[in-house]
């Protein structure tokens, strides 16, 4: 059973910078593509980002392009999503979730995903 656990959430000033991470417990990382998305309150969670299993392509959902960046170190089980110039509209729980699939990523079908992580609070704020 494959589990994924978040972390590098906090609180963090309009504009600064925060590295989430995404850790699988067990070695099969590299059979699965790896899609963040996040919920803030009272809206719909939606994607955020995803990156292709060898980490050869990744997707970035309008608003967060230029500022979000995804990559994967699957020796270390890990994937990692780099938020730079943060906003307060950037304020939500994020989630990595995980698919078995060797073909391209797709953030849009959330409910396609095999396993999710808890979630890790991102609060940006003044």
């Known amino acids: 059973q494959l589990q994924l656990v978040e972390s590098g959430g906090g609180l963090v000033q309009p504009g600064g910078s925060l590295r989430l991470s995404c850790t699988a417990s067990?070695?099969?990382?590299?059979?699965?593509?790896i899609g963040w998305f996040r919920q803030a309150p009272g809206k719909e969670r939606e994607g955020v980002s995803c990156?292709?299993?060898?980490?050869?392509?990744?997707k970035y959902v309008d608003s967060v392009k230029g500022r979000f960046t995804l990559s994967r170190d699957n020796a270390k089980n890990t994937v990692y999503l780099q938020m730079n110039s943060l906003k307060p509209e950037d304020t939500a729980v994020y989630y990595c979730?995980?698919?078995?699939?060797?073909?391209?990523?797709?953030?849009?079908?959330?409910?396609?995903?095999?396993?999710w992580g808890q979630g890790t609070q991102v609060t940006v704020s003044s």
């Open positions: 990156i292709t299993r060898s980490g050869g392509s990744t």
């Open positions: 067990i070695a099969i990382l590299d059979y699965y593509y």
């Open positions: 979730a995980a698919k078995r699939s060797r073909y391209d990523c797709d953030v849009t079908r959330e409910n396609t995903y095999d396993y």
